[in-house]
């Protein structure tokens, strides 16, 4: 659990470095962390990889992982769930397009808010649907959905699904009880499906803050599909596995026959990776909390003090969503990667002006990005 240890990931063709090979911009964009996986996850995978046999594995009738999901949704998550609700993918990405043909007919509106990462905000038009853009506002120092436009929006005939990403990325914020009722009575009120997209789900950092999955929500139960993974808060994303939560069982079946001959079983060792991390990882995950949260307080405090900048800390997630209105520049994704850091470029989530940092890493390499950062005001 040394998360202060570098790992050199330069030769190893990760996603994140090799956009910046040969140049001296230090990535900090795609959404995975810099940290070793916890050890209980690498021996699983070795003694699969040592039995050394991979052919074909049904997820449904791996129930080792089946019943790590039910244990790490009681225990973390309050949420009890069947097994027979669990359906298995290749990652939530799939999981909300595959929500989208499984919803709604060519023509169909789709709500998302905005900004949102870009294969969200990217479903509606490739799935052949009208998305339409639900504004993320600021209200009481944090951002939240603005409830009025998506009321507003719901009520439209056409409108049948609602992709909601909480926590929220990349703003950070975690929807509260009362804001998860309001998306509940609207959806109800207007016979919209939702889909949650829940991947940071078990990244809370904010300690006031409580996660409500939205299946979980009585009134949902029949009308939602909730994505989770182990991939974001136990850093195996390149093993492709996620699974939708779906206790409605005509949705559920409607979900995986949209899904039949489009979407590959996931792994075994994905299976195996995660039935480990749901299990036997509490310690790393609740110290990874600890550090992120360190880090998230240091990056903010750093880049508040550097002028044109300002952040807002982020309630969940290990992402900044950060300001860059303020340096009077065209495009801030540029001046960042002329001062040697590599963030995602803002434009891509529906606003230019800002950038979003991934701070899952060592100290000593925000530390480094700040350092870079700092010298654009000198």
């Given at each position: 659990?040394?998360?202060?240890?570098?790992?050199?990931r330069?030769e190893?063709?990760?996603?994140?470095?090799?956009?910046y090979?040969?140049?001296?911009?230090?990535p900090m964009?795609?959404?995975?962390?810099?940290f070793?996986?916890?050890?209980p996850?690498k021996?699983?995978?070795?003694?699969?990889v040592?039995?050394?046999?991979?052919?074909?594995?049904?997820?449904?009738q791996?129930?080792?992982?089946?019943?790590?999901?039910?244990?790490?949704?009681?225990?973390?998550?309050?949420w009890?769930?069947e097994?027979?609700w669990?359906?298995?993918?290749?990652?939530?990405?799939?999981?909300?397009n595959?929500?989208?043909?499984?919803v709604?007919?060519?023509?169909?509106?789709v709500?998302?808010?905005?900004?949102?990462?870009?294969?969200?905000?990217?479903?509606?038009?490739?799935?052949g649907?009208?998305?339409?853009?639900?504004?993320?506002?600021?209200q009481d120092g944090?951002?939240t959905?603005?409830?009025?436009?998506?009321?507003?929006?719901?009520?439209?005939?056409?409108?049948?699904?609602?992709?909601?990403?909480?926590?929220?990325?990349?703003?950070?914020?975690v929807?509260?009880?009362?804001?998860?009722?309001?998306?509940?009575?609207?959806?109800?009120?207007h016979?919209?499906?939702?889909?949650?997209?829940?991947?940071?789900c078990d990244?809370?950092?904010?300690?006031?803050?409580?996660?409500?999955?939205?299946?979980?929500?009585?009134e949902?139960s029949n009308?939602?599909?909730t994505?989770?993974?182990?991939?974001?808060?136990?850093?195996?994303a390149g093993?492709?596995?996620?699974?939708?939560?779906?206790?409605?069982?005509?949705?559920r079946r409607?979900?995986?026959?949209?899904?039949?001959?489009?979407?590959?079983?996931?792994?075994?060792?994905?299976l195996?990776?995660?039935?480990?991390?749901?299990?036997?990882?509490?310690d790393?995950?609740?110290a990874?909390i600890?550090?992120?949260r360190?880090n998230?307080?240091?990056?903010?405090?750093?880049?508040n003090?550097?002028?044109g900048?300002?952040?807002?800390?982020?309630?969940?997630?290990?992402?900044?969503?950060?300001?860059?209105?303020?340096?009077?520049?065209?495009?801030?994704?540029?001046?960042?990667?002329?001062?040697?850091v590599?963030?995602?470029p803002?434009?891509?989530?529906g606003d230019?002006?800002?950038?979003?940092?991934n701070?899952?890493?060592?100290?000593?390499?925000?530390?480094?990005?700040?350092?870079r950062?700092s010298k654009?005001?000198?």
């Amino acid at each position: 659990m040394n998360f202060a240890k570098p790992v050199d990931r330069k030769e190893t063709y990760s996603y994140k470095w090799e956009k910046y090979r040969g140049k001296d911009i230090l990535p900090m964009w795609v959404a995975d962390s810099e940290f070793e996986c916890a050890e209980p996850i690498k021996h699983a995978v070795h003694q699969r990889v040592e039995h050394g046999v991979f052919g074909y594995h049904l997820p449904t009738q791996y129930e080792p992982a089946n019943r790590a999901v039910q244990r790490w949704l009681a225990d973390k998550h309050d949420w009890h769930i069947e097994s027979d609700w669990i359906v298995w993918i290749p990652g939530v990405v799939p999981g909300f397009n595959v929500a989208s043909k499984a919803v709604c007919e060519a023509g169909d509106r789709v709500l998302v808010q905005t900004p949102n990462y870009p294969p969200l905000l990217a479903s509606p038009r490739i799935n052949g649907l009208e998305g339409i853009n639900i504004p993320t506002v600021m209200q009481d120092g944090r951002y939240t959905l603005d409830f009025d436009r998506l009321e507003e929006e719901a009520k439209h005939p056409n409108t049948k699904l609602m992709i909601l990403c909480n926590p929220m990325n990349p703003v950070g914020s975690v929807l509260t009880e009362s804001e998860i009722e309001r998306v509940r009575d609207i959806c109800v009120t207007h016979n919209v499906v939702l889909c949650s997209d829940e991947i940071h789900c078990d990244l809370i950092l904010d300690e006031n803050a409580k996660h409500i999955p939205a299946g979980r929500v009585p009134e949902l139960s029949n009308r939602s599909v909730t994505l989770m993974a182990a991939s974001k808060t136990f850093n195996i994303a390149g093993l492709g596995t996620a699974f939708a939560i779906i206790p409605d069982k005509t949705l559920r079946r409607r979900f995986s026959q949209a899904a039949l001959g489009h979407l590959p079983w996931v792994t075994i060792l994905g299976l195996v990776a995660t039935e480990a991390a749901l299990t036997e990882c509490d310690d790393w995950h609740a110290a990874q909390i600890d550090y992120l949260r360190a880090n998230r307080d240091y990056l903010c405090e750093q880049i508040n003090q550097l002028p044109g900048l300002s952040v807002i800390p982020s309630e969940a997630t290990f992402l900044a969503w950060v300001d860059a209105s303020g340096l009077g520049v065209d495009n801030p994704m540029q001046y960042f990667e002329e001062l040697g850091v590599g963030p995602s470029p803002g434009a891509d989530f529906g606003d230019k002006q800002c950038v979003r940092l991934n701070f899952a890493c060592p100290r000593t390499d925000l530390e480094e990005a700040v350092r870079r950062l700092s010298k654009g005001r000198e």
